[in-house]
């Protein structure tokens, strides 16, 4: 690719970029949030066309204008949001044929059988067993991604693009992945590999491009390369502390959950957080944090267990009512859950305010913009004005508004459900900044994490979840990111 | 440059497209402007206007209230059958169908937020319902003065005077329903823009989950929006009654469509590409304007639905197609 | 236009006049030949007609007739409605100096003539044939829906005639205007299902003219045709109906819908000469049975005054002046 | 155990439920439960089933086809036109409307897939201006043998008697438009099923952007759907003209409501909880067994509408609670 430029309604987000991948190799695209890496491979499988630039294969000119040429052509994308490109109530079978059926390359009249008989073999083959007729919308996350590379699988593909594959998976499936993606390398297909995380990218990859701001900063061998170049070159300045922790004296029990509850996924959850601590809950995918971060704000409903904040019981009907109580989520799913995307950054921190915001029920616009401006200036969120569409902002200053909303909202104790889910590296600094900045004020903070290392980092104690119960805890110092995986994936007992 | 000016035609366009043809009208038929014509289009346009501002409502919590038009048709007859038959006293005649029209949104609520069936499909079998239990209630008849009953007897009351002032009526030469009308309309428009429950309406509307993880009650937010709905629908039900001086059956289901066909085109209104009650209102202007300037140009009956349908379309092609070129 | 050419070139008063017509409803053939009428005998006055529809909407007629108004037309006529909903308008037409004809309103207002059909008479007309040939004993089924003016004013002659007749039992009676036509047949196919011995069901009778196609189709296709059918109003297409030997459908009692309209426009050309009109005209209606109709051709409403006497010919309200009238556009053409 | 029972109710809680009011029905009137009256139920709700159809295979799309009812309008005084007007043979009788119905589906096609208005805004302004235009190229007559043309003359032509049998006549017994009703829903039900342009409609309603990335040229597929509905709905049009033996103005305005009533019923047909064409037949079918069982019961009219929309909410009711129950 060269050359490419691309602009969105006036905003560049592709300066003549120059990009290649060889046959049989693995080539990290890597960048910050925004920096255009989604951007570029959309161009490159046709989902989006350039306004200038030249798609080469073979050394032949292509016209990618639709990701039909662009699968004609061999080039095949697993996209970074998985629902977007699955048919949650078909089958897996016909979601993995789904490229087949789309561009006629099946029989006109379907033969059910075979499909299956097929999807079953193509699973097998990758080494995994999925039901192929179940429904799509019944799969876990991990399943789904693995329907996607099915169905790569089961095309001709000359050049396959992951657009941050494993930010969903759990350890031991991001090495089941691996392996895959060095089956294919190992055919003479040229992979492309987008992620934020970077020791995976050393893991695996053999060349490694950095961009920032829509442009290419260096294309080099992952040998040539070390972490800390590499966040200089996608920073443009290199990041000394990642995880500052601002002085927070731990003082009173704040939160008390006893015996929590709910169906599967929380099973009998006990854990305490103090004034000034941070309490991190670390778990793989699917181990159940997201559904205790609801129960506690109220979200879903438990079927048993208590929680006090403050000594006091907290009434959990509703979000509205855990609020009331002293307890405030930033959910993982920040642009559906945490953000009105569609609204100005003055509403989305207005509303949680409301009625702070009113008098007799009227809104004061003096108020509203007071507070929105003080959340603005304090969490230093980068955006043209408060009345800017918050779905305009990047992926970090969104984050920034969905933890701004409750600043005003006297909680006192917040909960974070992966903050830092899709965050490049300058963003999620400041986000830690915020949360240690929170724990000097005396709340008590609960972060639920699958990052680790972020935990290891940030916590004064880790839980670790799965399963849906807690079944280890460790203090400052004591964990390592191997013993926490050990507990995390079902371990008893002492690690070997 | 053209972007601009493409802006500007966006936001604009409807206002400048009533000014245009405004203004052919009053070249062509000398009578179109005059006070008391425009003024007759203001009223002939309010009952529709208050439909409208319902639908507005219901659409405002990203749902949609396809049952206000069985509403006006129940509260018609509600109102009327209150003089007719039990000859209550004038409030009476006036609270008894804003509380129906309040029950008929609590109904619609009950399915929507407690049942949970989707929106459209719970107030689409709610407008049966209602359609036909007005139906039930006058077995069938119209509601006019000193009726005959099924049984022989004759209804003892009639329609009060006051009553009819309300949809016949002039204050300051202004007609009655117009006044109501344009109060609804700023009142809405306010409510939405500058109360407490009006931006929890929006922001219920943009993102339901959101809005729940934000600490607003939305199931409440979302059940008082078609009460409201209700009660808009239930007032163009009693003008209604009041202008055609009887409680006519079937009344509101033509209207249904007429007040959709407003809030659609009040989409493009301001460029805002979602309902707002503003531009509900300048849709329904819009309409009523067509319909009346139309029959001047001695246009066949028949031929208004194509400009109507004609109007919208171009109407809504401006705004999707701005709204489509903006975002790419 | 070329109108206004013709209509200038004659030298009176009351050629060139605006005249707007205010419908409730225009649904069906009835009311595109009542237009149709209206239109023709204006054009002959070397008038023009604006039609404005309310689709059965009186808010909007009420609005339709302030408009007519306000645009300032030399006469304006009225069908369907009522005083409740247009009086307040009608007084404003007065006020304004413009006269009002109105057609089955009864408005009762001073100074303007109600034109209306005899809905009782044409009841009665059509149930006095029916108990005759039914034998004054048998089964019939009413179609019939409240909520219409006219309707209810034929339910009255009904009820009395099921006073006189109590031998003739109503089996049962539906009706749903919002698609008479289409619902009639269907409800009258399950009604057939449940009577299906011949002779139990002896007639149907319907108020109105829509019901009557849909009741004659649904008995006509199930073959019963010891059923006869009696209807009320008759458009063109009806009357092909009531001429094809194999319908059911034998009688109806109606008036001319053309008729109407010329009668109409008649009465508010002599209100626009200055005459005081009458306050009520009542249109006659006819009876018109197949037994009257040819059987080696077919007529339409046109012609049909050739086999049915009183039908469309009507020179009711006509007056020296307005025949020079026409006379004098017919020469200018 | 509880839970396996609830889950039968839901499935087979709509086939379960029209079974006991046929035995109702058939208990309380020994006509009903007759050959001849099951299928004139059957004959009365076949040109509903075409509308609904057509409903159906633009929901599928997950768009929405409000256009379809003054469609059936169009066709139906087109194929009597045809006949009475132009006495044209009888293959350009049936093509004609055709035709005509599948240029109103490129139409909405064009207004969504182009010019990128939603759905349901669309195809209701296209509504209006396809109810305007049957209006219009009939002058307002509806359309009869040897009418009467407003210059005096009279039309040549009437309906064929063959034209006639597709709405009347019967073989093996069986009426005709159930036969081609039958096989319609039979065919719609397998092109869904096991063709790969009915999976691609079905890929397309499910995730647009994932069938899009997948190569799929949605807009081409969204054209097709529309224009697979302006047929079903023209198809019901020409029944309609040969069973009432005329064009009727505004045949199909009122059916739309009812075709939109079947298509919801059909959501909770085999606890699909979406549009599914067995569904919407079997909604027909429900609704058609009401109205004829009642009429039997001399139910007044207006008692009707009140059993549907509780029929309605009903049978959504069981659906969704159905549904978010196994959601949590
Ligand atoms: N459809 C769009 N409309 C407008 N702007 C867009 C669109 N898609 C991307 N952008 C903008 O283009 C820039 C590059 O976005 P892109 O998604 O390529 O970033 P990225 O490197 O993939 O980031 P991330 O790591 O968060 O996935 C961003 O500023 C983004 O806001
Ligand atoms: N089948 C699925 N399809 C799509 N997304 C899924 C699926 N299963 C889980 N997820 C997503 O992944 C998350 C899994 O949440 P869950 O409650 O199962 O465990 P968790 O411990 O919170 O996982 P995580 O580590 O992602 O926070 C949810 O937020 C959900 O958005
Ligand atoms: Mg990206
Ligand atoms: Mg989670």
């Known amino acids: ?496 | 440059m053209k972007n601009k000016w493409m802006d500007y035609l966006y936001k604009y366009g409807a206002l400048v497209f009533i000014g245009v043809i405004v203004l052919f009208f009053s070249i062509y038929n000398e009578f179109f402007f005059t006070y008391s014509n425009l003024t007759d289009i203001l009223r002939s346009i309010s009952i529709v206007t208050f439909i409208a501002i319902g639908v507005t409502i219901s659409l405002t919590v990203d749902g949609f209230d396809m049952s206000v038009g069985s509403t006006v048709s129940l509260s018609t007859v509600v109102t009327a059958t209150m003089m007719v038959w039990y000859e209550m006293p004038l409030v009476v005649v006036i609270i008894a169908p804003l509380v129906v029209g309040a029950i008929v949104g609590l109904i619609n609520a009950f399915l929507i937020v407690k049942i949970r069936i989707p929106d459209m499909l719970a107030t689409f079998a709610v407008m049966y319902i209602i359609s036909g239990v007005h139906k039930t209630y006058t077995k069938g008849y119209a509601i006019y003065n000193h009726m005959q009953m099924t049984d022989g007897s004759k209804a003892p009351g009639e329609m009060y005077k006051d009553f009819l002032w309300i949809g016949q009526g002039e204050l300051l030469g202004i007609p009655f329903p117009v006044i109501l009308m344009i109060i609804a309309v700023i009142a809405v428009h306010l409510f939405f823009k500058y109360t407490r429950w009006g931006r929890q309406m929006v922001m219920t509307g943009g993102n339901e989950e959101a809005a729940r993880l934000s600490g607003l009650r939305v199931k409440r937010v979302r059940t008082y929006a078609y009460i409201a709905s209700g009660v808009m629908a239930a007032i163009g039900g009693i003008i209604f009654a009041a202008r055609v001086g009887s409680g006519q059956i079937d009344a509101g289901s033509p209207m249904l469509m007429e007040a959709v066909a407003a809030v659609f085109v009040g989409y493009s209104v301001l460029g805002a590409g979602r309902p707002n009650v503003i531009g509900t209102f300048v849709g329904a202007v819009l309409i009523g304007v067509l319909v009346n300037g139309l029959t001047m140009l001695h246009i066949e009956y028949y031929v208004n639905d194509i400009v109507k349908g004609g109007v919208l379309v171009l109407a809504l092609a401006v705004t999707f197609i701005n709204m489509h070129r903006k975002r790419t | 236009g070329s109108k206004n050419n013709t209509a200038s070139k004659v030298d009176n008063p009351l050629a060139g006049k605006k005249i707007a017509l205010v419908m409730q409803f225009n649904q069906g053939t009835f009311s595109a030949q009542y237009i149709d009428g209206v239109k023709k005998q204006a054009a002959k006055f070397g008038g023009e007609v604006t039609v404005f529809a309310s689709e059965n909407d009186l808010s909007k007629m009420a609005s339709n007739l302030d408009a007519a108004i306000n645009q300032k037309f030399d006469g304006i006529l009225i069908d369907h409605g009522n005083t409740d909903a247009l009086g307040a308008g009608v007084e404003k037409a007065k006020a304004a100096g413009i006269p009002v004809v109105a057609f089955d309103a009864a408005l009762g207002i001073d100074g303007v003539t109600d034109l209306s059909q005899n809905d009782q008479k044409m009841a009665e007309q059509t149930l006095e044939q029916l108990a005759k040939d039914a034998g004054g004993k048998g089964n019939i089924v009413k179609v019939w829906v409240a909520g219409f003016a006219p309707m209810e004013r034929r339910q009255e002659s009904y009820a009395a005639f099921q006073q006189q007749y109590p031998d003739i039992k109503e089996i049962t009676s539906f009706g749903d205007a919002s698609n008479p036509q289409l619902d009639a047949q269907t409800k009258m196919e399950a009604i057939l299902k449940q009577y299906p011995e011949k002779g139990s069901i002896t007639a149907v009778w319907a108020a109105w003219d829509e019901f009557a196609k849909g009741a004659a189709n649904a008995i006509k296709q199930a073959g019963r045709d010891e059923i006869k059918v009696y209807g009320i109003d008759m458009s063109d297409e009806d009357l092909t109906m009531i001429q094809d030997p194999t319908s059911p459908w034998i009688a109806s009692a109606a008036v001319d819908p053309t008729t109407i309209g010329t009668v109409q426009v008649r009465y508010l050309y002599q209100a626009l000469h200055g005459d005081q009109t009458d306050a009520a005209v009542q249109i006659d209606s006819v009876y018109v049975s197949r037994d009257a109709l040819p059987q080696d051709k077919q007529v339409t409403t046109a012609d049909l005054a050739q086999y049915v006497p009183g039908w469309g010919e009507s020179d009711q309200g006509n007056t020296d002046y307005l025949k020079e009238l026409e006379a004098a556009v017919a020469a200018a053409q």
Request: aromatic share 6%.
């Open chain 1, 1 to 496: 690719m060269s050359g490419i430029n691309k602009s969105f309604s006036g905003v560049k987000a592709l300066h003549d970029a120059e990009f290649a991948v060889r046959a049989g190799e693995i080539h990290a695209l890597l960048g910050a949030n925004g920096a255009g890496k989604s951007t570029l491979m959309k161009i490159l499988s046709g989902a989006y066309v350039a306004d200038v630039g030249t798609i080469r294969l073979d050394g032949r000119e292509l016209e990618l204008r639709t990701p039909a040429d662009a699968k004609a052509a061999g080039i095949h994308c697993v996209y970074q949001e998985v629902d977007t490109s699955l048919v949650a109530q078909l089958s897996v079978a016909e979601n993995i044929f789904l490229d087949r059926i789309a561009t006629h390359k099946t029989s006109a009249w379907l033969n059910w059988g075979r499909l299956y008989m097929e999807a079953e073999k193509l699973l097998s083959e990758l080494g995994l067993r999925i039901p192929v007729r179940k429904r799509v919308a019944e799969l876990t996350l991990a399943e789904k991604q693995m329907v996607l590379i099915a169905r790569v699988m089961a095309e001709e593909a000359k050049i396959v693009i992951f657009d941050e594959p494993t930010a969903p998976l759990s350890t031991e499936e991001t090495e089941r992945l691996f392996q895959i993606m060095n089956k294919l390398k190992e055919t003479g297909i040229g992979l492309v590999f987008i992620s934020h995380r970077l020791h995976e990218v050393f893991q695996i990859c053999d060349t490694i491009t950095v961009m920032r701001d829509g442009r290419i900063i260096v294309t080099e061998p992952a040998s040539a390369l070390d972490t800390a170049d590499v966040i200089q070159a996608m920073l443009g300045r290199s990041l000394e502390d990642e995880y500052p922790k601002a002085e927070a004296n731990i003082g009173q029990t704040v939160l008390s959950v006893k015996d929590l509850a709910h169906g599967q996924r929380v099973r009998g959850v006990d854990l305490e957080v103090r004034r000034g601590e941070i309490v991190a809950v670390v778990g793989l995918v699917g181990a159940g944090k997201t559904e205790l971060s609801r129960l506690l704000f109220g979200a879903d409903s438990p079927e048993r267990g208590t929680v006090e904040v403050d000594g006091k019981r907290a009434n959990l009907a509703s979000p509205t009512d855990a609020i009331g109580s002293g307890l405030v989520l930033v959910p993982e799913e920040r642009r559906k859950e945490g953000i009105l995307v569609e609204e100005s950054v003055l509403h989305n921190l207005s509303l949680p305010v409301l009625r702070q915001m009113t008098k007799w029920g009227i809104l004061s616009g003096a108020r509203e913009k007071s507070n929105a401006s003080g959340v603005v200036e304090r969490l230093g969120v980068k955006t043209p004005s408060v009345n800017q569409l918050t779905g305009y902002l990047s992926g970090g200053n969104q984050q920034k508004v969905a933890i701004g909303k409750w600043l005003n909202t006297d909680a006192d104790v917040f909960v974070f459900d992966e903050p830092t889910k899709g965050v490049d590296i300058g963003a999620k600094r400041d986000i830690f900044v915020i949360i240690g900045q929170l724990a000097a004020q005396g709340k008590g903070i609960l972060y639920l994490t699958c990052e680790f290392a972020e935990a290891i980092g940030l916590a004064d104690r880790i839980l670790v979840m799965c399963d849906g119960r807690i079944v280890k805890q460790f203090h400052r110092g004591e964990a390592t990111q191997e013993n926490l995986l050990y507990y995390a994936s079902a371990g008893q007992g002492e690690p070997a």
